[in-house]
């Protein structure tokens, strides 16, 4: 279309800065996302473990209320890196729910109507994009996951004491960072599954499947072979070992076998590097998959 009046100018108003403008997309999407009040309910729903636990924590500093339950202390589990670690797993369950829930639609939308080259013609690379895409998830699961972790950890040592902080700072350490692996995990498995399954039931299952289908036949290898390297094929396996290496309980020992001839096979677990390998050889093929999906055109054949 031809223009015959020079009238527009250049654009005077203020500028974002750069490192932020990927924030218009999680904030964009987290509105779609609260829109649903099912949604809304379960993401509450899912604060109610983080309440018993602080309940369960109170408890132990409360001599008046234990009296009213009739509970002496020493039968009440004590609170140390097993108990955090517990909680930890609780709510790791919670963001796997969580994730099947968003996760799917995020890039799925966007690639089914062509709107890649809409986003990408902007001051927006290709990692800004994806990035912005995962921090729906990453934002969401941070809150239900390692936030309220750290809170009922430093509340617990607001009613202990600091001497105890400071013999037990590292149980933060391995809550902030057994929580960031798994939700930095779900959100690559999520975003990667969006970007090559289109459809977004279709995408939910897939990623459902790829959660319990390696698990089933990571028991399967197992069960066969007398092993417990199958839980490198797993992605709760993994999850669960590194979790288990941070919090200090990690046992390589994981059980024997007795024969009839008094003959005995040790069980023993992978070791942790190689959980660490095998979750960097996912991270790889996750990032692998994003970047060959992720264009501003696609060509159709």
């Given at each position: 279309m031809a223009v015959y009046e020079h009238t527009y100018k250049q654009y005077a108003g203020p500028l974002t800065p750069e490192w932020s403008r990927f924030l218009i997309i999680p904030r964009h999407a987290f509105r779609d996302v609260f829109k649903s009040k099912l949604f809304t309910a379960f993401f509450v729903l899912?604060?109610?473990?983080?309440?018993?636990?602080?309940?369960?924590?109170?408890?132990?500093?409360?001599?008046?209320?234990?009296?009213?339950?009739?509970?002496r202390i020493n039968n009440l589990i004590p609170i140390?890196?097993?108990?955090?670690?517990f909680w930890t797993h609780f709510q790791a369950a919670f963001a796997g729910l969580v994730t099947v829930l968003v996760g799917p639609p995020l890039v799925a939308r966007d690639l089914t109507n062509n709107g890649l080259p809409l986003y990408l013609c902007r001051p927006f690379s290709r990692a800004e994009y994806v990035f912005g895409k995962m921090c729906v998830v990453l934002i969401l699961l941070s809150a239900i996951t390692?936030?309220?972790?750290?809170?009922?950890?430093?509340?617990?040592?607001?009613?202990?004491?600091f001497?105890?902080?400071?013999s037990n700072i590292w149980i933060a350490s391995a809550i902030f960072l057994s929580s960031l692996l798994w939700i930095l995990t779900l959100a690559l498995l999520s975003q990667t599954v969006s970007a090559w399954v289109k459809w977004r039931l279709a995408a939910s299952a897939a990623l459902i499947g790829l959660y319990f289908i390696p698990a089933a036949f990571a028991e399967i290898v197992n069960a066969m072979f007398l092993t417990r390297w199958g839980h490198i094929l797993s992605i709760g396996g993994v999850r669960y070992n590194l979790t288990q290496g941070l919090f200090g309980t990690f046992v390589r020992d994981a059980g024997r076998v007795t024969w009839e001839d008094s003959s005995e096979i040790i069980l023993r677990e992978p070791a942790l590097w190689c959980s660490w390998l095998a979750l960097f050889l996912l991270c790889a093929i996750c990032l692998a998959l994003l970047s060959r999906k992720v264009k501003a055109y696609e060509i159709v054949r």
């Open positions: 899912c604060f109610t473990p983080v309440l018993a636990e602080a309940i369960f924590i109170y408890l132990h500093h409360n001599t008046q209320a234990l009296g009213i339950l009739q509970v140390d890196a097993s108990f955090f670690e390692w936030v309220p972790g750290l809170l009922m950890f430093f509340f617990q040592a607001y009613l202990e004491g001497n105890w902080l400071g």
